[in-house]
């Protein structure tokens, strides 16, 4: 039988006893701490650390759950991962009395998800993001140089990124100011300053650095799951108008750094094993320290909702697959590190943009309204060539099981005026 929780759990929840996704959350009295949801509840790991049941080697005698960040308990690596997933699920069966005959205990360490705060999971140190779709660097390349050019010629041959600001990373729900800066229109003569004009989401995934590397030691590919503790949400906003016109020859800089919102509930590795695919053919076959033995990716489902500020619920706009991407997690962080750059614990390194083949699988309005050109009509009528002042934009995503979802819950931004 498959395994249940004594928590009511209903079957489209995010989170079933089998996902089990860390977070840092701050009930109404206290301080934030790491907790794990279950159902509505958040589970309050730091109750079962003084009790005493996370007391074993793989913690090497350190309490890492009273803490304001999951950086020290990432920092111990996948063995005290794994045994803080053994100890919660068996905790929470349906088949353990501990808590489930104990309703004093239970209000110690059950809180509702809706009385409290969540937090950024991690003191983010560095913040990278990879461009590893090829649909989307295939779309975005065509409106710039044409389809004969679209792909850069390294694209096929590395997984293409750059670092990002890791200061200006929020949680889900944290308002998104529209940024200002220069822009030039393609017939001006000089830039002008002012709000952006094109303000846009990219639906994406990240995932979070467990323990580090050496500087000066390269990770290499085989080993570099034991690198990553799980992965989350997370919409790259960016201002595309500045963006064009500072993008050369560096890359992106001001168009992005202005905000980059992530959901607060990781979901790690051995949650995902279960929805574990292939990894999709690669051609040509990358440089041998690119090469994975049984390199993957996972079957997660991702959309994302627009909700102007005249709709009652959110209208889904993009409806994609992390399958999408072209590079895997192992190679993004394999290249990484090649050069013998040093990952830190809580490091964010992000998917860039998930698009697929299809229109309604683009992944920003960039490629959804093709720069603008081909507005969006809303089921109420109204029009989008970009994010408007007013629009909250919430992407989500799950994987489906027989009778169970290992979800992600959600991370969402509203557009506030430019200040
Ligand atoms: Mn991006």
Redesign the pocket.
């Known amino acids: 039988m498959a395994l249940r929780s004594f928590v009511e759990v209903s079957p489209d929840s995010y989170f079933p006893i089998q996902n089990l996704p860390f977070g840092i959350f701050q009930p109404k009295q206290g301080k934030p701490r790491v907790g794990v949801a279950i159902g509505d509840l958040i589970t309050d790991l730091s109750v079962l650390e003084e009790l005493g049941h996370f007391r074993s080697p793989e913690f090497r005698d350190q309490k890492v759950f009273l803490e304001d960040s999951l950086n020290t308990f990432l920092a111990l690596g996948r063995p005290a991962w794994r045994k803080t997933r053994e100890v919660l699920q068996h905790l929470l069966s349906a088949e353990t009395p501990t808590l489930r005959d104990n309703a004093r205990l239970r209000g110690k360490v059950f809180y509702a998800q809706k009385d409290a705060a969540m937090k950024l999971p991690a003191r983010i140190g560095n913040y990278t993001?990879f461009?590893s779709s090829y649909h989307h660097a295939h779309n975005v390349g065509t409106m710039l140089r044409g389809p004969e050019n679209a792909l850069m010629p390294n694209w096929k041959w590395l997984p293409v990124a750059y670092h990002g600001r890791a200061s200006s990373v929020v949680v889900s729900g944290t308002d998104v100011r529209r940024p200002s800066g220069q822009t030039k229109a393609p017939d001006a003569a000089a830039p002008t300053f002012g709000p952006t004009k094109s303000l846009d989401y990219?639906l994406?995934m990240a995932f979070l650095i467990g323990p580090g590397n050496s500087l000066g030691q390269p990770v290499p590919i085989n080993r570099a799951t034991d690198h990553i503790f799980g992965l989350v949400l997370m919409n790259?906003w960016?201002a595309r108008d500045i963006q064009a016109w500072e993008y050369q020859p560096l890359g992106p800089f001001l168009s992005?750094n202005f905000c980059t919102s992530i959901s607060p509930w990781v979901v790690t590795l051995e949650a995902l094993e279960p929805f574990r695919k292939p990894r999709p053919q690669q051609d040509p076959e990358p440089l041998p320290y690119l090469r994975a033995k049984n390199d993957f990716t996972f079957d997660i489902y991702l959309e994302a909702g627009l909700q102007t500020s005249s709709m009652g619920t959110p209208q889904v706009i993009t409806r994609t697959n992390f399958q999408n991407l072209y590079w895997s997690i192992a190679q993004q962080l394999a290249h990484h590190t090649i050069t013998g750059c040093n990952l830190e614990p809580g490091d964010l390194l992000?998917s860039?943009?998930i698009s697929g083949e299809t229109e309604e699988s683009r992944g920003c309005m960039l490629e959804l309204t093709w720069r603008g050109a081909n507005a969006l009509t809303l089921a109420n009528g109204e029009t989008r060539k970009w994010l408007e002042d007013g629009d909250t934009l919430t992407i989500t995503g799950w994987c489906q099981g027989d009778d169970y979802r290992v979800g992600f819950g959600e991370v969402s931004g509203c557009i506030l005026p430019a200040g």
């Open positions: 993001d461009y990219e994406e790259d960016s992005k992000a860039g943009t």
